[in-house]
Each structure stands twice: as C-alpha cells, then as structure tokens.
C-alpha cells in the first residue's frame, strides 16, 4: 500500500501555465505512467495561471528516491520532454506527507478522467 506523497509546488515563469500544462499532459506523464509512477493529481493553480502542482503517491521514501532516480536519469526522459519542461519552471518547492486510502481516492477524484 502506498503510504507516502510527494507534492511538487511549481511556480513557473509568467505566461508558460498553458504551454507547461500541455507538455505534461501529453509527454511527461505517459512517461511517468510507463516508468510506474504513480501520478495522483497533476493540475493548474485555481487561482494563479502560472502555477501548478503534481502530486505523486510512493510506497516509502526510499521507494520515491529510487523511482525517481531511475526517471530522471532515464533516456526517455533526458532525450524527451526534459528541456521544453524545464524551461517553463522558475521554481519547485517539494514536500513529503503520510498519506492513507482515503486522501488518495480524494485527490484522484480531483484529478478528472486525465490521469
């Protein structure tokens, strides 16, 4: 069972939320999907255009470690949306929290039939 979740704040540069929304949606995430990353919710600040957030769900935090490692480090990655992605960020704060069933059901429904 997965007990962990990161949640990744982006703020990103001004006038990149559609363009950084786009590119995870359509190359970032398959790519987290096919490495078995556990993607619980990606989505748009309600409130700022240029700011988002990711939340994904691990078993431990060596486990997140691990996957993330791995990800980051891979080719599909690296030869993929790296760069397009990373030119949309100005920063990314991340946070760790112990999370159970019922915290990640609710934040899947957040999600919508995209993830």
Not at 48 to 54: E, R
Request: proline share 4%; net charge neutral; charged share 15%.
């Amino acid at each position: 069972m997965k007990n962990i979740i990161e949640i990744r704040s982006y703020q990103l540069k001004p006038g990149t939320g559609s363009e950084f929304h786009q590119l995870l949606q359509e190359k970032s995430l398959p790519l987290l999907a096919a490495a078995g990353i556990d993607v619980v919710l990606a989505t748009a600040s309600l409130q700022t255009p240029d700011a988002y957030m990711l939340v994904r769900a691990y078993h431990s935090i060596a486990d997140c470690e691990q996957s993330q490692q791995a990800f980051y480090a891979s080719a599909a990655w690296q030869n993929g949306p790296r760069t397009a992605i990373l030119a949309c960020i100005e920063s990314c704060n991340t946070m760790m929290l112990a999370a159970d069933a019922t915290l990640l059901k609710s934040l899947r429904q957040q999600a919508g039939p995209t993830l």
